[in-house]
């Protein structure tokens, strides 16, 4: 006998739901990725605060590229 769980479906949408609107929550809160995705930046309080990660020669890219409106 094989069984249907038609509510499964429902969880999965709802779960596409909560992902889309987290993505749109972060996107606002000014965070900006480094284009490796290793690396992102935002600011708070007036700071400015910095994650990389990676092999050496990558953390110096992912700096130069987050920090670059402060360096020029």
Known sequence: MIHHYPRAGARYVV??????????????????????????????DGWTYLHIEGAPYERGYQHGYLMAPELA
């Not at 596409?16 to 935002?42: E, H, N, Q, W």
């Open 15 to 44: 779960l596409f739901i909560l992902i889309l609107v987290m993505c749109s929550t972060v996107a606002a809160a000014g965070i900006t990725y480094s284009p490796d995705g290793k690396g992102y930046r935002y600011g708070k």
